[in-house]
């Protein structure tokens, strides 16, 4: 009979442990209330948890490696030269994080309740990758200024506004809802998004005084 050698886990390594079951189990859970239906409003947390998990598996693995070494002054140094290392790449990959999460994930706008106050929904922009109005949003601008660049700049891009049914306490929102259309409006065009209740049940969007490329129109039923 061979007996299997008993597993030593220190305190911070069930703390480390503990954490990464529960970022594991959260984003479980989240794919699954996706598939659902359910989106959560800060859609960055996609991006972030998992980061997280490999963070603090990586950051773990080394202290652990670490900690053998017995010169107390050596394994000082290098634990310091570790956390300074987590910090420098943690600062870098949430730079990192917050850019990907704003190209490709919708953010929060604004949230907007019924008149009655029965339904509350949130607006959610994100980047307009469209090409089409990326080249006319580019046209109109160089039709007005012949001598400016050609390449595309700031205020070639846009924004493509959508709106869903808030849920769960207003932490998700409703991705399966009677939702149609989307608006967009140049980065730097005049126009506005307006939203107005054509009954407690539904709610409009549509854009004043559009500029190039600058349209679309939103509606949401809650029945």
Sequence with gaps: M??????????????????????TALIVALSLMQRAGLAPVHGSLMLYLPALIVVLLVGWGLYT??????????RRVLIGLLVAALLLVGSLGLTYLNLMSTISIPQKYNVFTSPGGTHKLVLLRGL????E??????????????????????????????????????LFYRTDADVEGTASIGYGSTGTLMMEWPDEDTAHFYVKDPGPADGGEVTVKFK
């Design 65 to 74: 490696l670490i900690r053998r070494i017995r010169r107390d002054t050596l």
């Design 2 to 23: 061979f007996k299997g050698k008993k597993l030593n886990l220190r305190t911070s390594d069930r703390i480390v442990l503990i954490i990464v079951l529960v970022l």
């Design 133 to 170: 109005r990326l080249a006319a949003r580019k046209a109109a601008r160089l039709a007005a200024n012949p001598d400016g660049t050609d390449e595309n700049v700031a205020e070639d891009m846009g924004y493509v506004y959508k709106a869903y049914p808030l849920a769960l306490a207003g």
């Design 128 to 131: 307009d990758l469209d090409e």
